[in-house]
């Protein structure tokens, strides 16, 4: 059965810095695509940053130079690296992995940026 959970998320100031990790299980997790995606309320779910089976990295432009998606294969963990955040960074946030017939979501991590 294939799990993705994620975990980091929470209430941080503007300016601020998390760190979002995404835990797969069930699956060889180095032949997949992972990607975290955010939902804000009364929005639709939009790509914040990707990372390829061979460590080839996007990031969304409203993000870039702010975050940083990242992979630990033996681990089978997926990171994303959020600094200098913004009240609009405010989101849910998913975990996802992709590829091989697979299309994955995890359960989602709050993420809410407020003084």
């Known amino acids: 059965q294939v799990q993705l959970v994620e975990s980091g998320g929470g209430l941080v100031q503007p300016g601020g810095s998390l760190r979002l990790s995404c835990a797969a299980s069930?699956?060889?997790?180095?032949?997949?695509?992972m990607g975290w995606y955010r939902q804000a309320p009364g929005k639709q779910r939009e790509l914040v940053a990707a990372?390829?089976?061979?460590?080839?990295?996007n990031h969304a432009d409203s993000v870039k130079g702010r975050f940083t998606i990242s992979r630990d294969n033996a681990k089978n963990t997926v990171y994303l690296q959020m600094n200098s955040l913004k009240p609009e960074d405010t989101a849910v946030y998913y975990c996802?992995?992709?590829?091989?017939?697979?299309?994955?979501w995890g359960q989602g991590t709050q993420v809410t940026v407020s003084s």
């Open positions: 069930g699956i060889s997790f180095r032949l997949y695509r």
């Open positions: 996802n992995a992709g590829g091989l017939g697979l299309e994955k």
């Open positions: 990372i390829s089976s061979g460590g080839i990295t």
